[in-house]
């Protein structure tokens, strides 16, 4: 092999990994990493309304509205991302996402929260607070044991 040959192969086989290296990154990494980054911002949000989560229909309306479009906003956004993972069964073996069915629950827990803000009365307070534990069971997101609904 001569010198040239030698150095169009390295060059070649180093452009090679690069774009392998990108396509990887593109189409596994960042979709990953957004449906994580999502599930930090439900973590997020079950502590900042926590207070319109737990009193139902008590804040001023504009408040309400303004949390009820939020957790509707998360709802959709882990589904999109959701289906922004390739080989989801594969993908999250390998990186520890929660089963694709746990993510449909919490979306689904999500979008109850967000139509049960305006109603204040026991049996929906009783319902949200099952709904934050559905979300946080199905996300893997730590919720103690003395902010559970006590079973019946």
Known sequence: MTSGNTIFWTIFSGVIVFVVGQIFLKVFLEPVQALNKTIGDISHSLIHYANFIGNPG????????KASLHLRSL?????????????????????????????????TALMGLSNSLHRATERVHKQNARRVEKICDSLCIFLPESDRWPDD
């Open 58 to 65: 008590v804040p001023e309306r504009d408040e309400i509205d």
């Open 75 to 107: 709802s959709a956004e882990i589904q999109s991302h959701l289906y922004l993972v390739p080989l989801y069964p594969f993908t999250a073996l390998l990186f520890r996402l929660p089963p694709r069915s746990k993510i449909l629950d919490a979306s």
